[in-house]
């Protein structure tokens, strides 16, 4: 088992730093872009009252962290004519005393075929103002068209909208507003471009009008807005897919419940904390669920944000780190703000597999899985060595009872040390992992 544990390690922090878009299902088969909105609506300046004044910071580690941003999408598609996107995930670093790094995603990194970095912007500390200079962001990625090998670097490009002559105009900056509540708000008279020169003309990969970043809502369990209905069947081929050859963890048993607002909400307690995924999980100890809707039985969506309960070391730096699993379903519903009905329609057109709920067996099939990490939740990573990857979940019929399940009662007990190894004999004062039929536990011998 010391052997399976550092195989597995390796092989996450490996896939984990490849992009979530290398899979051929998600890449767009558009050679471009999109096209600038040909009016854009802005609202009077004038009208907007602060209800509070700007927070004081004393350096820019301070509105480090994790965002949504919302915006008005800048871009037409350019097939379909419809906007681009709505919504981002950000996340803030500090790099100086007065200067941030700002990684959205997805965004222009939506596409398959475009990397990009952070951008840089400075914070004024005395003024609780953040602005992004166009000459700052000049070279920060690069775009390769669809079948080809030709690579045009992207750029910045930022413009104003001049309020006199109802025009949009080049900027050399924009500067937004850090406000008492952290929320950081760049003006609806902006818009912010990722450009690219194509030999000699302007290309547009994304655009941003009125960006507004605002802290992210995670999930809480709060047991008052659920009801236990019974326990449900978990099966794994996300994280069993990538263990080493020969060793696959059996289906467990979880705790089920749903939600009493949203009968189609449920909500699964911590999967990887049971049966032998407690020999995996580096804290089996910790909860956390997987949330899920199906309410729309032909497109299950994910709820991103939500912690699973399975810790391990998926970076270079040696730590373990909490996964926080969801879908591209529940992240372009519940992240970037698409209706479901929008969603699915995306989905047919790319001829992509929406997660499915079963009532005929009552088995949800969870697919499209990606995952973030405790250092950024909502990051769209994927194991790529596993085909196929996919949740499934049995929901109970409310009795709380789920077919026929043995009670671990009079089964013999199994002994573990913390690396995995069966312990004849665990000898007191030892720290072990112990297994009873399908429950697993750790404790000390007395």
């Known amino acids: 088992m010391k052997k399976f544990y550092s195989t597995l390690a390796l092989s996450m922090a490996v896939v984990a730093s490849a992009s979530a878009f290398e899979t051929v299902q998600m890449k767009k088969t558009a050679t471009l872009v999109g096209e600038p909105v040909k009016t854009v609506q802005v609202k009077d300046a004038a ?9 004081r910071i004393a350096s820019a580690e301070e509105i480090e962290g994790v965002y949504v941003g919302e915006y008005d999408p ?9 906007p681009v996107y709505d919504a981002v995930d950000a996340i803030i670093e500090a790099a100086d005393v007065d200067l941030v790094l700002i990684t959205m995603n997805p965004w222009a990194t939506k596409y398959s075929n475009v990397e990009m970095d952070p951008l840089l912007a400075t914070v004024d500390l005395s003024a609780s103002k953040i602005t992004i200079a166009a000459e700052d962001n000049q ?22 909208m001049n309020l006199d002559q109802q025009q949009w105009v080049d900027a050399e900056s924009v500067t937004g507003t850090i406000n008492a509540d952290g929320t950081i708000e760049f003006p609806e008279t902006t818009t912010i471009y990722i450009g690219v020169d194509m030999d000699g003309e302007r290309g547009w990969l994304g655009g941003m009008t009125g960006l507004k970043l605002v802290y992210p809502d995670y999930f809480t369990f709060k047991e008052s807005e659920w009801n236990y209905v019974g326990e449900s069947t978990f099966t794994e081929g996300i994280v069993n897919g990538i263990m080493d050859e ?22 699964a307690k911590n999967p990887y904390s049971t049966g032998d995924w407690a020999l995996v999980n580096e804290d089996p100890t910790v909860g956390g669920y997987i949330v899920f809707n199906i309410e729309n039985p032909d497109f299950v969506c994910m709820r991103p944000l939500t912690g699973s309960g399975l810790w391990m070391t998926v970076t270079q730096d040696g730590f373990p780190q909490e996964i926080y699993f969801h ?19 995306e989905f047919a057109e790319r001829k992509l597999t929406p997660s499915k709920y079963n009532a005929a067996n009552r088995t949800v099939n969870l697919e499209n899985i990606y995952f973030g990490t405790t250092e950024n939740p ?11 990857a996919t949740y499934k979940f049995t929901i109970p019929d ?32 030892q720290v072990v992992i112990v297994k009873e039929g399908n429950k697993t536990s750790k404790t000390i011998v007395r």
């Open 47 to 55: 009208s907007k009252v602060a209800k509070a004044g700007p927070a």
């Open 74 to 82: 800048a871009l037409n598609n350019s097939q379909t004519g419809e």
């Open 139 to 160: 070279g920060i990625g690069k775009y390769t068209p669809n079948g080809t090998t030709v690579d045009y670097e992207i750029s910045l490009v930022l413009m104003e």
């Open 246 to 267: 020969g060793y696959e963890i059996a289906p467990v048993k979880v705790d089920m419940y749903q939600n009493k607002a949203n009968a189609g909400l449920y909500a």
């Open 327 to 345: 879908n591209i379903e529940g992240m372009w519903v519940f992240n970037e703000g698409m209706t479901v009905a929008e969603a699915a329609k």
């Open 378 to 388: 909502f990051n769209t990573l994927m194991w790529n060595a596993v085909e196929n």
């Open 398 to 429: 409310g009795t709380g009872v789920d077919g026929i399940y043995t009670d671990s009662e009079n089964v013999a007990k199994r002994y573990f040390n913390l690396q995995g190894v069966e312990i004849a004999n665990p000898e007191a004062g």
